[in-house]
């Protein structure tokens, strides 16, 4: 459409030159800039849906491959693993769960700068790639500490693939669009997940081919998986918003410039590049607020992992169904967590909200470990399963969301996912303990555990909640400005 008084072909030049001059005063770009856009509404989103089947599709692609790797020692436990490899006696089972998360905690600082160095439609396929051989890898070791090592070196690669990709997907979407894409991602993820203990159950059909164990193949087969996703990941995924145009078959150079308004009308930092610099990276570690949001990561992908971890183990010995049947019920409630975290991610980006989704997913996953722990029945019992695992995975895009809304600036937004994701690699850690093999088969202990990792993230949510809407009191009245930018307020 063309503004009065100007030719249509400047309209663009036109746009540039207002959103420049605001940015650099560091004041909000309106909203209303719309008003001059050339592109219609039905356009607009034409656009975003592009992007969204790039590289929401292929961020959950990747996501769910590594959850399907990360979760599947309780489908090779009940398949034959934790006998062949004595992993029944003492604690093995539990450290072969937690020595993933050590390298996966340690490596996300310095690899959050350097893989803004690469491409990370490259980066991430590559770690992709190179965790695929280490599956397979995984289908031929003799002896448990085999294992404990390609765990380890697991970790360290799964870690960064959210390096690269949690940025990126954040850079592409405004603060209100952000959860939903975030919740599809993740959607994606879990359903990829979901299918692994259904994949499972028919690889281990295959004991005995060649002479390998049932439980081998469960390795041997999603790591051959892993190369597929890694090549399907790479015709996927996408660049940064600046110069995306130059990815195959994507965005125009007009398309890319309305992604970049369109970003910067809502925080003014689509075309951001910084040089790296150590003292700008870190520098966000003198704002308390920064880690309140991986404390709430940690505590809910505490609970989500010791279910995910857990849960064939749990269905077989608490439950009393048989292997096959646990393999398959363990993947419905993923399905219902799925589709109950895009509805959550609607509800808070239409209505601006991220704290009290996560109030509320913390009481129904305090109510589905209740029914678990302290109800007989075990249809009972499963219902409460598939509770805990919708608000348990629900919260956690959600947790990317709030703090993705509430940060500002490249190099912060890289040094506050590195902490993000530390959180959620210490809460595999302790949720690779907290069920443990002697409390079966009640589990009471990690049950009990869980209901208080529930609480205390209530806690903080709402904590954080008050201290920020007294913050956007005082930036309303002039007295402070959030974030480094006029008119910017914090989302509750």
Request: proline letters at 4%; aromatic letters at 12%; one cysteine or more.
């Amino acid at each position: 459409m063309a503004i009065k008084g100007i030719e249509p072909e400047n309209v663009e030049d036109f746009i540039k030159d207002i959103d420049g001059a605001l940015a650099e005063q560091g004041v909000a770009i309106p909203t209303d800039s719309k008003n001059f856009e050339e592109f219609t509404d039905d356009e607009q989103k034409r656009i975003i849906h592009k992007v969204d089947r790039r590289l929401v599709t292929g961020l959950g692609l990747l996501m769910g491959m590594c959850l399907m790797d990360r979760t599947n020692l309780g489908s090779t436990s009940i398949a034959g693993m934790s006998v062949d490899l004595g992993l029944e006696n003492g604690s093995k089972y539990s450290l072969v769960l937690l020595i993933f998360f050590v390298p996966y905690v340690l490596v996300q600082l310095p690899v959050n700068a350097i893989a803004q160095n690469f491409s990370p439609r490259n980066f991430s396929c590559g770690v992709t790639l190179c965790w695929g051989v280490l599956m397979v890898g995984a289908a031929f070791v003799d002896k448990w500490w085999h294992l404990l090592i390609i765990r380890a070196l697991l970790g360290a690669f799964e870690s960064s693939l959210f390096a690269a990709l949690l940025p990126l997907l954040s850079s592409w979407y405004t603060r209100y669009d952000v959860h939903k894409r975030f919740s599809i991602s993740y959607f994606i993820s879990c359903l990829i997940a979901a299918l692994g203990p259904v994949l499972a159950c028919g690889f281990m059909q295959m004991d005995g081919l060649s002479g390998l164990a049932g439980w081998r193949y469960i390795f041997l087969m999603e790591g051959v998986l892993n190369f597929a996703a890694a090549i399907i990941g790479w015709l996927l995924l996408v660049e940064y918003p600046l110069g995306s145009h130059k990815c195959w078959m994507f965005l125009t150079e007009k398309e890319e410039a309305f992604i970049i308004r369109h970003i910067d009308a809502d925080r003014a930092d689509a075309a951001e590049q910084i040089k790296f610099n150590l003292r700008g990276f870190l520098s966000p570690a003198k704002d308390w607020k920064v880690f309140t949001y991986p404390m709430m990561f940690l505590l809910s992908t505490c609970v989500s992992y010791s279910i995910a971890f857990f849960l064939p183990i749990i269905l077989e010995s608490k439950l009393n169904y048989g292997v096959t049947a646990a393999q398959g019920l363990s993947t419905p409630p993923y399905v219902v967590a799925g589709i109950w975290m895009y509805f959550t991610a609607w509800l808070g980006d239409k209505y601006h909200i991220r704290g009290p989704i996560v109030i509320w997913n913390c009481l129904l996953s305090i109510i589905g470990l209740s029914l678990l722990g302290w109800v007989a029945s075990p249809g009972v019992q499963y219902f409460g399963v598939i509770l805990v695992t919708a608000g348990g995975n629900a919260n956690v895009p959600t947790d990317l969301a709030w703090q993705a809304n509430n940060i500002r600036g490249k190099w912060k937004r890289l040094f506050c996912n590195a902490l993000l994701i530390m959180g959620g690699g210490i809460g595999g850690i302790v949720g690779s303990l907290v069920f443990r093999s002697q409390d079966a088969p009640t589990y009471r202990p990690g049950i009990e555990a869980s209901i208080v990792a529930s609480f205390i993230t209530m806690a903080i949510a709402i904590a954080l909640m008050l201290r920020m809407h007294a913050l956007n009191k005082m930036a309303a009245t002039g007295a402070i400005v959030l974030e480094e930018l006029h008119g910017f307020k914090y989302t509750l």
